[in-house]
Nanobody
C-alpha cells in the first residue's frame, strides 16, 4: 500500500470552487494511475474521475463531467481535483486513490491505496 496525503477540503457556497490535492508518499505520482472517489452519508463510495499514468488522459463520472478537472504536477509530485460550479449534491468526503492498473475500472476495488479523505461541504 502507498500512503496518500490529501488536503484542500472545506466549506463553499453553491456555485463556488475548491481544489483538492493528493500526494503519494515515497512514490512518483506519474508512475501510477490515480483517481478520486467520494462518499456522502448513507451512500456508497462513488467514482469521480481518474488520470492515467502513461499519458495523463483523464476520465470522469457523468455527474461531474465539465465541472471537475483532474490534473497532476510532476514537479510537485501532486495530483489535483479542481471542482467548479459546485452543487449541494457534490458534498461528500472525497478520497484520492491509487491503482496498479493502467486503466482501472470505476469500482473502488480497482484501486489499492487510499487517502484519509477530506470533507467537502457545499451550502445552498
Amino acid at each position: 500500500q502507498v500512503q496518500l496525503v490529501e488536503s484542500g477540503g472545506g466549506l463553499v457556497q453553491a456555485g463556488g470552487s475548491l481544489r483538492l490535492s493528493c500526494a503519494p508518499s515515497g512514490r512518483t505520482v506519474s508512475d501510477y494511475t490515480m483517481g478520486w472517489f467520494r462518499q456522502a452519508p448513507g451512500k456508497e463510495r462513488e467514482f469521480v474521475g481518474a488520470i492515467i499514468r502513461s499519458d495523463g488522459r483523464t476520465y470522469y463520472a457523468e455527474a461531474v463531467k465539465g465541472r471537475f478537472t483532474i490534473s497532476r504536477d510532476n514537479a510537485k509530485n501532486t495530483m489535483y481535483l479542481q471542482m467548479n460550479s459546485l452543487k449541494p449534491e457534490d458534498a461528500a468526503v472525497y478520497y484520492c486513490a491509487l491503482s496498479e492498473l493502467l486503466v482501472p475500472g470505476r469500482g473502488p476495488g480497482n484501486f489499492g491505496s487510499w487517502g484519509q479523505g477530506t470533507q467537502v461541504t457545499v451550502s445552498s
